[in-house]
């Protein structure tokens, strides 16, 4: 938590003022019921079994679903915080799932046909790849010794560098060894392009339904919050994402998230991004994020107040946008980009389009050339046997 906090300046005397991350550092966890729309979780889910009598395969790189299971929304948050520009993804081991963080060799020994590609068999893949560094706290499971680049060992509130010891129990058991269904080493598996996130951003036909006179509520006591109507009864709505609850999000496990007046913060900025941001269809979430970091760079929380109440008539003070922040928290603080990303991207019913792309055929013809240069060479052995 303290490293999670990082990514905030301290005062002198807090405690936490020499424990610093870089900003764009990201907690990634296990948020079971977790609602996802069109994100690509395929680098990690995959072959997901169908209920007996269905015949179409879950499509896991156009992932959707109402209530995620512990595994599919931690894939889901990774893949977020890289689609968002995360440097550094945060995991705690106590708040993730069991099977997504690792699998030793005797359940890969008994379930031999697994849908989970484990974090463990991709972090060093993402920081080779994509540059994206994992700090990983860990108690329970001794395979994360097999692949890091650092180990600090807490020890009665003493740290101390254990990356020596780490590296020679890691050498004593199989680490370099064992093979993941030929895709490599088990524990260092490439990271591949098919991996990567689409490019997607909120549907044309759902951010209408925000296009003007949209509220914001604190629910749940502080831990979620509804845009709704004006006319909306807002003593009925406790965001149990439902069909009714269209424009909540529940917020309770976004880490970094420091209270109730971020939260409003979050929810203005998404609808901004709503109301403002998407009339520039050529933009994806990313984009729409960077666009929300300049407005707010220029001009403030103020200035995306401004926007997001121009279909109000009289001065802004006057407005009911601005008697809406008054009443539910007073004043709002300025969320980070991802804070909002990941505010927007929980929010019930929310609709994620995919951005049309170029093809990009040169990852295509490196596989090509490949299978080529494979065939050739079983052709050469093949002509060998026969002369023999």
Same mark, same amino acid.
């Given at each position: ?42 680098? +990690? ?29 931690? $894939? $889901? ?5 890289? @689609? ?15 099977? +997504? ?149 529940? $917020? ?11 939260? +409003? ?46 279909? $109000?008539?009289?001065?802004?003070? @006057? ?8 009443? =539910? ?28 792309? @170029? ?22 052995? =093949? ?6």
């Amino acid at each position: 938590q303290t490293i999670a906090a990082g990514i905030y300046d301290k005062i002198p005397g807090d405690g936490r003022e020499y424990c610093v991350a870089v900003p764009d550092a990201v907690s990634v966890r296990a948020e079971d019921g977790r609602y996802v729309n069109n994100c690509n979780i395929s680098a +990690f889910i995959s072959n997901l079994p169908t209920p007996p009598g269905v015949t179409k395969v879950l499509d896991t790189k156009h992932f959707s679903t109402r209530d995620s299971s512990g595994s599919t929304s931690q $894939a $889901a948050n990774v893949a977020e915080a890289i @689609e968002m520009g995360a440097t550094a993804m945060l995991v705690d081991e106590d708040i993730s799932a069991a099977n +997504f963080m690792a699998r030793d060799g005797r359940m890969r020994a008994l379930v031999m046909d697994e849908s989970i590609t484990p974090l463990l068999y991709r972090v060093n893949g993402l920081y080779n790849t994509l540059g994206i560094s994992s700090v990983v706290v860990v108690g329970g499971v001794g395979d994360w010794l097999d692949i890091p680049h650092n180990v600090i060992l807490l020890d009665k509130y003493v740290a101390s560098d254990a990356i020596k010891k780490a590296q020679s129990i890691s050498y004593q058991f199989s680490h370099g060894h064992v093979q993941y269904g030929g895709k490599g080493v088990v524990h260092r598996l490439e990271w591949k392009k098919s991996g990567n996130p689409i490019p997607r951003r909120p549907a044309d036909v759902f951010s209408q339904r925000y296009a003007r006179d949209i509220f914001i509520s604190i629910m749940d006591g502080g831990h979620a919050l509804s845009l709704h109507e004006e006319n909306d009864d807002e003593s009925e709505m406790d965001c149990a994402m439902d069909d009714d609850d269209v424009g909540c999000i529940e $917020a309770s496990r976004l880490e970094q998230l420091l209270g109730r007046k971020q939260l +409003f913060g979050c929810g203005l900025c998404a609808l901004w991004i709503l109301q403002v941001g998407t009339k520039d269809g050529s933009l994806g979430l990313p984009g729409l994020l960077n666009k929300l970091d300049s407005v707010l760079d220029n001009g403030g929380l103020m200035r995306v107040l401004n926007e997001v109440n121009s279909s $109000a008539n009289g001065p802004l003070l @006057e407005s009911n946008k601005w008697k809406n922040i008054v009443e =539910e928290v007073g004043f709002v603080h300025r969320p980070r980009k991802y804070e909002v990303g990941q505010a927007l991207t929980r929010m019930y019913g929310i609709q994620m389009e995919e951005i049309p792309m @170029e093809e990009d055929d040169t990852e295509a013809e490196a596989a090509r050339e490949a299978e080529r240069k494979r065939q050739k060479l079983l052709q050469i052995w =093949e002509n060998r046997r026969n002369k023999n």
